[in-house]
Nanobody, 119 residues
């Protein structure tokens, strides 16, 4: 069984910053891509940022220049540094990992962490 556990959400004023962290645990062979998604009320879940095991990154246009994704392959963790936060960044943020186990490669999700940016 694999688990992804997020931490670091909260309430912050516009212009502030937060750092989200996610740790994967369980019988993991390897993790290819790890990423962060978010879902605001009434909207579809969207990709915020992703990072491969080799360190290649991609970002949603709306967060480029403000958010930075990073990972520690040895610890199976991924983080998202969010700067210059805007009210429109308010959402539940989910950690995601494409994880290889003895059962094959499966897409795993964390439970989500709330980020609220006040104006």
């Amino acid at each position: 069984q694999v688990h992804l556990v997020e931490s670091g959400g909260g309430l912050v004023q516009a212009g502030g910053f937060l750092r989200l962290s996610c740790a994967a645990s369980g019988r993991i062979f390897s993790i290819n891509v790890m990423g962060w998604y978010r879902q605001a009320p009434g909207k579809q879940r969207e990709l915020v940022a992703g990072i491969t095991s080799g360190g290649s990154t991609n970002y949603a246009d709306s967060v480029k220049g403000r958010f930075t994704i990073s990972r520690d392959n040895a610890k199976n963790t991924v983080s998202l540094q969010m700067n210059s936060l805007k009210p429109e960044d308010t959402a539940v943020y989910y950690c995601n990992g494409k994880i290889a186990t003895m059962m094959g490669i499966t897409n795993y999700w964390g439970q989500g962490t709330q980020v609220t940016v006040s104006s």
